[in-house]
T-cell receptor, first 115, second 114 residues
C-alpha cells in the first residue's frame, strides 16, 4: 500500500467553473477526512466519512461544496461555481477506526488555483 | 470554539542546537495531540503524538510534553539537522470516538542553518 493518494496534484480553473478532486485512502481505513489549507496556515477541517456515511461537515463547507464516498472506499470533493477564495491546498487523510489508534495519514494534497 | 495557538511562527537555529515549539488548546475534551512535519509541496507527515494519559513521550531526537492542567503541549527537537527544516504543526483532537477531526495550530517554520 502506497498511502493516501490524491488526484490531481494541481488544478487551475477559471472562476465559475466546477472542479472535482479524488482521494483514495489507505486500504481498509474506515475514516476519511477532507481538510483545506491556505498559504501560511494550518489545515482546517471540512468534513469526514465513516465508511460511506458523511458524519460531520464544517461551517467552512458552503453549499457549493459537496463530498461523497459512495462505496466506502475512494472519496470525491466537488466545488461548484468556484471563486478566487477557494484557491487553497485540499488535503485528504484517512484513519483506521481502532480504539487505540487515532493517527491520521495525509495525502500529498490537491493545489487549486482559481483565476 | 475549539482553538489551538502555536508559537513561534518562525524559528531559526544552528545545526546541533535544540528547537522548542509550544502550543495551547482551548477544548478541555481534547485527548490526542499529534505533531506533523510538512515539507514544501507535500502533505503533513506525523512525527510524534501523545495522549492525555501521558505527560511525556520521546522518540530518538524528538520529544513531546503535555500539561493537561494548563492545556499546553510542546515539541522538543534536539541535535537539529538541516533536514529538520520544514513547517511543523501541532494539533488537538477529541479522539476517534468523537469524530477524530484535528484542530491545527498555525504552524512554525523551522530553519536549521548548517
Amino acid at each position: 500500500d502506497t498511502g493516501v493518494s490524491q488526484d490531481p496534484r494541481h488544478k487551475i480553473t477559471k472562476r465559475g467553473q466546477n472542479v472535482t478532486f479524488r482521494c483514495d485512502p489507505i486500504s481498509e481505513h474506515n475514516r476519511l477526512y477532507w481538510y483545506r489549507q491556505t498559504l501560511g496556515q494550518g489545515p482546517e477541517f471540512l468534513t469526514y466519512f465513516q465508511n460511506e456515511a458523511q458524519l460531520e461537515k464544517s461551517r467552512l463547507l458552503s453549499d457549493r461544496f459537496s463530498a461523497e464516498r459512495p462505496k466506502g472506499s475512494f472519496s470525491t470533493l466537488e466545488i461548484q461555481r468556484t471563486e478566487q477564495g477557494d484557491s487553497a491546498m485540499y488535503l485528504c487523510a484517512s484513519s483506521p477506526f481502532l480504539d487505540i489508534s487515532t493517527e491520521a495519514f495525509f495525502g500529498q494534497g490537491t493545489r487549486l488555483t482559481v483565476v | 470554539g475549539e482553538n489551538v495557538e502555536q508559537h513561534p511562527s518562525t524559528l531559526s537555529v544552528q545545526e546541533g542546537d535544540s528547537a522548542v515549539i509550544k502550543c495551547t488548546y482551548s477544548d478541555s475534551a481534547s485527548n490526542y495531540f499529534p505533531w506533523y512535519k510538512q515539507e514544501l509541496g507535500k502533505g503533513p507527515q506525523l512525527i510524534i503524538d501523545i495522549r492525555s494519559n501521558v505527560g511525556e513521550k520521546k522518540d530518538q531526537r524528538i520529544a513531546v510534553t503535555l500539561n493537561k492542567t494548563a492545556k499546553h503541549f510542546s515539541l522538543h527537537i534536539t541535535e537539529t539537522q538541516p533536514e529538520d527544516s520544514a513547517v511543523y504543526f501541532c494539533a488537538a483532537s477529541r479522539g476517534l470516538n468523537q469524530g477524530g477531526k484535528l484542530i491545527f495550530g498555525q504552524g512554525t517554520e523551522l530553519s536549521v542553518k548548517p
